[in-house]
């Protein structure tokens, strides 16, 4: 289990990656933000952008998707706080491969036993291109006293 008191400015977790099918921009397109850009092929190719792109928040579900399982699901994470400035910086295609990463910004100790701990994800594409950089705040319980680091008490 991952505590407040693992992370420090400059932790940085590798996500992993995830590759954005035609399919799912349709999809998500259609079901929530039915843009024609996200849901017209032949709208999105007449566009500035010559064909289809992922919606933002579709790219920040896969962000979140990213985060959570290679940390949330193992951390003492009480609720997220707030989001914010999110950047979507390149459009995401169809075939993409979205490579996440996540960095520890800031952790402040409260006396309640929590902390807030402020955090940074990127998604890269293939190129190296980042297409969406968005920061973040979460509150984390703080290690119970009498538990060392390893778990054990």
């Known amino acids: 289990m991952l505590y407040a008191e ?3 400015p400059g932790t940085l977790f590798e996500l ?3 590759k954005v099918s035609r399919e799912e921009i349709l999809d998500f397109g ?3 933000d039915p843009l024609p850009l996200h849901t017209n092929e032949d709208a999105a190719a007449a566009s ?3 064909g289809l792109i992922a919606s933002g928040f579709h790219t920040a579900a896969l962000l979140q998707r990213l985060v959570v399982d290679a940390v949330l699901s193992r951390a003492a994470l009480i609720a997220g706080r707030e989001l914010g400035p999110v950047r979507m910086r390149a459009p995401v295609r169809p075939g993409d491969v979205l490579h996440g990463s996540m960095e520890i910004m800031e952790v402040r100790p ?3 036993g929590t902390a807030v701990v402020r955090s940074r994800g990127t998604l890269t594409n293939d190129s190296g ?3 969406m950089e968005v920061q973040g705040e979460t509150l984390w319980e703080q290690r119970p ?3 060392s ?3 054990a008490v």
């Open 149 to 151: 680091a390893s778990g």
């Open 110 to 112: 409260r006396d309640d």
């Open 48 to 50: 500035r952008f010559g």
């Open 6 to 8: 693992d992370l420090h």
């Open 129 to 131: 291109t980042v297409v």
């Open 16 to 18: 992993g990656s995830t």
């Open 145 to 147: 006293a009498g538990e």
């Open 30 to 32: 259609r079901r929530f």
